[in-house]
């Protein structure tokens, strides 16, 4: 059974920084990329980040980029979200997702669509 189980969210303040982890089973993991996405209140769904553990191809949205970092330990089949200068805009749910990229032609992007298993979510608030 593929399991995606997100932790590390909280209340934090302006400015602060938080690390999101999200651990993997159930399938193999350099053989799926691991992407985050966000939902804050009333809004739609939104991808912020990717990787592929297999070699480490990242991609980022643009308003996340020099304070958001994506990484992977494939020993512990987690993904890491390391968020720094937090905004209160940065506010929302977070979300892991994986999509099999084993026989894939073209890297994922950050639409939900691509995705097929999904995590629980953690909440991130940001009180100004």
């Known amino acids: 059974e593929v399991q995606l189980v997100e932790s590390g969210g909280g209340l934090v303040q302006a400015g602060g920084s938080l690390r999101l982890s999200c651990a993997a089973s159930?399938?193999?993991?350099?053989?799926?990329?691991i992407g985050w996405f966000r939902q804050a209140p009333g809004k739609e769904r939104e991808g912020v980040s990717r990787?592929?553990?297999?070699?480490?191809?990242?991609l980022y949205v643009d308003s996340v980029k020099g304070r958001f970092t994506i990484s992977s330990d494939i020993a512990k089949n987690t993904v890491y979200l390391q968020i720094n200068t937090l905004k209160p805009e940065d506010t929302a749910v977070y979300y892991c997702?994986?999509?099999?990229?084993?026989?894939?032609?073209?890297?994922?992007?950050?639409?939900?669509?691509?995705?097929?298993?999904w995590g629980q979510g953690t909440q991130v608030t940001v009180s100004s």
């Open positions: 997702a994986a999509t099999y990229i084993a026989s894939a032609t073209m890297a994922p992007g950050l639409a939900s669509y691509e995705y097929d298993f």
């Open positions: 990787i592929e553990s297999i070699d480490g191809n990242t």
């Open positions: 159930g399938f193999t993991f350099d053989e799926y990329a």
